[in-house]
């Protein structure tokens, strides 16, 4: 039956009873294999090790897995005023808005549950509570963000140094995530202020800016309805834009060389021109290898290390409908270009390389050393699934300059044709340097003649 008041395209359908519980479970399974267990620990403890404050939230929890954290129970209230400056935004609408938002979440409430990998302890009531406080404290977070007039001078998160993006960095980590959706019918049903002209995926999108690359008008129109959480939102942000080079024989896994050797192989490295790309959205074109900016910052490997996590989580390839591990891919392609301080100065010259002022030049090759040990599980390549690059280091590989022409049979290790290109080189300057002896001695003979011609002119004149 359609419905003619409001919006023309609105069908609504009357369920017969009968069918009520077949639909039901048919949702419920739908629901299971879109979105079951999206939220979880990191999977290798090897590696959570490594770097633990990469992965667990030293400021605020976010959802179950550490909400009991002592080292979290101070920013507690601070989440509960927020909530309370959300849904009172209104005057005499407070109880109104609270009933709404604990009826929307009662509904929600198993579904939520489905996201978590790790069973959830919580009785439904408690874990409504956490859903609606967390949802709550981020979306309040995202308007006093975005909106200065919201701010007070007293408030610890915003005049406190450095701990809002210590929050930041808390709200991007797998293990500290809500579910997407339920954020959104928070949104829908609390008090917005009307000067507020964004929905809560803009306001997401301009609360992590300072972590995203690229173009963020294009990253809200195409990413806005496929974010299962705020770290899959952010990761969206990252995929690449352009088409995927296919692979023609055996995928490598890298570049032949680092920078300097490409460079020195007759390949060219660029900074991307156009600057609405994405950090993923390298070219190779006529022996020109155009790689998007990137930008070293101090929350880097916390961002990168998560995206990672995230890739490897069993749900990825079902939640995302793709098996490629996109920055697992880009950090050994990274590592594959940067194998030393060196070749990190020399990208950094070329633009394709920045650091904050906090960050240090030289650390730029630990940084993805340690990425590449996290994206291949210590050193595993077989555990790196479809290497997003292949097909483009093929290319890259196969390519043949006048420098260093390459045959099937040398096209071996990349030490045998560095000595190769070498060898050439030798060979070059042996053959060219007999008609650079004739050429200066054609000069040493023309000018002798000019002098002399001029000194004969000037004696007869003198004479005469």
């Given at each position: 039956m359609e419905n003619n008041i409001g919006d023309r395209n609105h069908v609504s359908i009357e369920i017969t009873p009968i069918y009520e519980r077949l639909v039901s479970s048919i949702r419920g399974t739908m629901e299971r294999a879109a979105s079951e267990g999206c939220i979880c620990k990191v999977s290798c403890e090897e590696i959570r090790r490594e770097n633990l404050k990469a992965y667990v939230p030293d400021k605020v929890s976010i959802g179950p897995i550490h909400r009991n954290d002592e080292v979290?129970?101070?920013?507690?209230?601070?989440?509960?005023?927020?909530?309370?400056?959300?849904?009172?935004r209104k005057p005499n609408q407070l109880e109104e808005s609270l009933n709404a938002c604990v009826d929307a979440l009662m509904g929600l409430e198993p579904k939520a549950r489905l996201f978590y990998k790790e069973d959830v302890s919580l009785h439904r009531d408690e874990f409504v509570k956490m859903m609606l406080v967390d949802g709550g404290f981020i979306i309040e977070l995202f308007l006093k963000s975005t909106m200065k007039g919201l701010k007070r001078r007293n408030d610890p998160i915003f005049s406190t140094p450095g701990l809002l993006w210590r929050i930041r960095c808390n709200l991007i980590m797998l293990e500290n995530q809500l579910p997407f959706f339920i954020l959104q019918e928070i949104f829908r049903i609390v008090p917005i202020p009307k000067q507020c002209k964004y929905s809560i995926t803009d306001l997401a999108l301009v609360f992590f800016k300072s972590m995203i690359p690229g173009d963020h008008q294009l990253h809200k129109e195409k990413y806005s309805q496929e974010s299962n959480h705020l770290l899959d939102l952010v990761y969206h942000c990252y995929l690449p834009t352009i088409p995927r080079i296919q692979v023609k024989e055996n995928p490598p896994y890298g570049f032949r060389g680092p920078a300097t050797y490409l460079k020195e192989s007759g390949i060219k490295l660029s900074r991307a021109r156009r600057r609405v790309e994405n950090l993923l959205d390298i070219k190779f074109n006529k022996g020109v290898l155009e790689i998007p900016t990137i930008h070293i910052h101090h929350f880097t490997e916390i961002l990168f290390r998560n995206f990672i996590a995230f890739e490897q989580c069993p749900c990825h390839d079902n939640i995302n409908s793709l098996s490629v591990r996109y920055i697992s891919s880009y950090v050994v392609l990274m590592k594959s270009l940067i194998d030393s301080d060196k070749e990190a100065k020399f990208l950094d010259q070329q633009d394709i390389l920045l650091t904050d002022d906090n960050v240090d030049e030289k650390d730029v090759h630990q940084l993805f050393e340690r990425l590449s040990r996290s994206a291949l599980k210590n050193s595993n390549i077989d555990e790196l699934k479809d290497f997003?690059?292949?097909?483009?280091?093929?290319?890259?590989?196969?390519?043949?300059?006048?420098?260093?022409?390459?045959?099937?049979?040398?096209?071996?290790?990349?030490?045998?044709?560095s000595s190769n290109c070498q060898t050439t080189r030798k060979k070059k300057k042996k053959e060219d340097a007999p008609w650079t002896l004739l050429f200066v001695a054609a000069i040493l003979l023309l000018a002798l003649t000019f002098f002399g011609t001029l000194f004969s002119i000037l004696s007869f004149f003198l004479r005469h």
């Open positions: 979290l129970k101070a920013m507690e209230d601070q989440k509960w005023r927020y909530l309370y400056a959300l849904v009172n997003y690059f292949d097909g483009l280091c093929e290319q890259v590989n196969r390519y043949k300059t006048w420098r260093c022409w390459k045959t099937k049979k040398s096209s071996g290790s990349s030490s045998s044709s």
